[in-house]
């Protein structure tokens, strides 16, 4: 299993530009989210997925919109690119349990900066 | 609103010296807390669960504690490869839908052999 992947692992925008950030995974987990992480912070949560065709919003989903296609794959898409959505992008996805362990599994990060 | 509160912020510490981390968390109702590890340039990586105070749980150097208040993560004698950011999380019963989690800042750990 190659786990959460992200594509690509560096992007530079220039201010207005668009771009489409890439997840996959292959865990068969119904739950996928994306959150940002800036400089010395912790995680945000920007929108989350609960299964194939349901989205929703996190803390901070303004300037972002995702789908949710299939299973796999939970795509996150930056309209008209703002200096402050630099910032490193973290996709996750959990199995979906009614019990205890749900721990979140991540993928690498996609290191973005708009200029 | 939840929040979850890491200090210290960073700690730098001589191998072997032994040091806590402090997780303080104010939630509606917690379902579980979370650690991870990351590593620079790299995700988290998931460490433990606790869910309810009193509970412990350890993996080689590193043992969490949970409070009503707070969790600790407490490393015992520490090599260089404990080097890494220490993130807690928090999941709320009330925000249970999509195993939402909320974060903390982290604290940076370098320890120096």
């Known amino acids: 299993n190659a786990g959460v992947t992200q594509t690509p692992k560096f992007r530079i925008l220039k201010i207005g530009q668009s771009m489409t950030l890439q997840c996959t995974q292959d865990m068969n987990h119904n739950y996928m989210y994306w959150y940002r992480q800036d400089p010395g912070m912790g995680l945000k949560l920007i929108y989350y997925?609960?299964?194939?065709?349901?989205?929703d919003k996190g803390e901070v989903p303004n300037g972002y919109n995702v789908s949710r296609s299939t299973t796999e794959d939970f795509p996150l898409r930056l309209e008209l690119a703002a200096p402050s959505q630099t910032s490193v992008y973290f996709c996750a996805s959990s199995p979906h349990s009614g019990g205890a362990e749900n721990e979140q599994f991540f993928g690498p990060g996609t290191r973005l900066t708009v200029l | 609103e939840d929040q979850v509160t890491q200090s210290p912020e960073a700690l730098r510490l001589q191998e072997g010296e032994s040091s806590s981390l402090n997780c303080s968390y104010t939630v509606s109702g917690l379902r579980g807390l979370f650690w991870y590890r990351q590593d620079p340039g790299k995700g988290p990586e998931f460490l433990f669960t606790?869910?309810?105070a009193g509970e412990e749980k350890e993996k080689e150097r590193l043992k969490a504690t949970l409070t009503k208040k707070e969790s600790f993560l407490h490393i015992t004698a520490p090599k260089p490869e404990d080097s890494a950011t220490y993130l807690c999380a928090v999941q709320a019963t009330t925000k249970a839908a999509g195993n939402k989690l909320t974060f903390g800042g982290g604290t940076r750990v370098l320890v120096k052999p």
């Open positions: 606790l869910y309810s």
């Open positions: 997925s609960v299964g194939a065709g349901i989205t």
